[in-house]
């Protein structure tokens, strides 16, 4: 079965330092990559996708994640956070015809002012 | 995009007892889901909701449990059937406007449910 692991459950960063969050998945086939945000007091939404195409995707906010096959990965990274970049962040995937996601576990990310 | 609805934003349900949780969307959907998500766990699938037949289920959930209406694209109901307390969770329901996998799946507010 597939499963998506996150490596960190909890990260704390002073703004202005460089954020990678790791996301690693099982399955042999063709994945759709996902990872949403869930803000304080706010709904779950897309920050960034891949599907085909160039690994290297750039999503909202400053956001940008790649997809390394080999290594079945899809690392989020961003160069410089903000005290508003505090949310809980999720990694996802769905096989390329299957709308069902199987997620991660979620980072909980905290940005010292 | 979808703007979604839920109803309640949260209850608290004595043992034994049922909720219904309401799913308004603000557009016509194919595709709807409803998620759990337990305290410090992530999201699981329930079901995918069905417009005219019968939902979908995840393993683990069954309809008697989890009784799903969708009458109509824009609307869908969970129940969740004579709770307990391990029914204590975020129940979650989300869409996807696309007709492909790769499509943003948009999410609705959630409903807190504890369960004493």
């Known amino acids: 079965a597939q499963s998506v692991s996150q490596h960190n459950h909890h990260v704390i960063l002073s703004e202005a330092a460089s954020l990678e969050l790791g996301c690693n998945y099982s399955?042999?086939?063709?994945?759709?990559l996902f990872w949403y945000v869930q803000y304080p007091g706010q709904h779950l939404q897309l920050l960034l996708k891949?599907?085909?195409?160039d690994p290297l995707v750039k999503g909202i906010k400053g956001f940008e994640a790649e997809f390394i096959k080999s290594k079945f990965s899809f690392n989020l990274r961003k160069p410089s956070v903000q005290w508003s970049d505090t949310a809980e962040y999720f990694c996802a995937v769905n096989e390329v015809s299957n709308y069902q996601l199987i997620w991660g576990a979620g980072t909980k990310l905290i940005i010292k002012p | 995009s979808a703007v979604i609805s839920q109803k309640p934003s949260r209850d608290i349900c004595q043992r034994g007892t049922s909720l219904t949780i309401q799913c308004q969307v603000d557009?016509?959907?194919?595709?709807m889901f409803w998620y759990r998500q337990q305290p410090g766990q992530s999201l699981t699938l329930i079901a995918t909701a069905n417009q005219g037949s019968e939902a979908t289920y995840e393993s683990g959930f069954v309809i008697d449990k989890f009784p799903i209406s969708r009458p109509n694209l824009t609307f869908s109901t969970l129940t969740v059937s004579n709770m307990s307390p391990e029914d204590s969770s975020i129940y979650l329901c989300?869409?996807?406007?696309?007709?492909?996998?790769?499509?943003?799946?948009?999410f609705g507010p959630g409903t807190r449910l504890t369960v004493l």
């Open positions: 557009s016509q959907v194919t595709m």
């Open positions: 989300s869409v996807n406007t696309g007709r492909q996998a790769y499509n943003e799946q948009f």
């Open positions: 399955y042999g086939g063709t994945v759709n």
């Open positions: 891949y599907f085909s195409g």
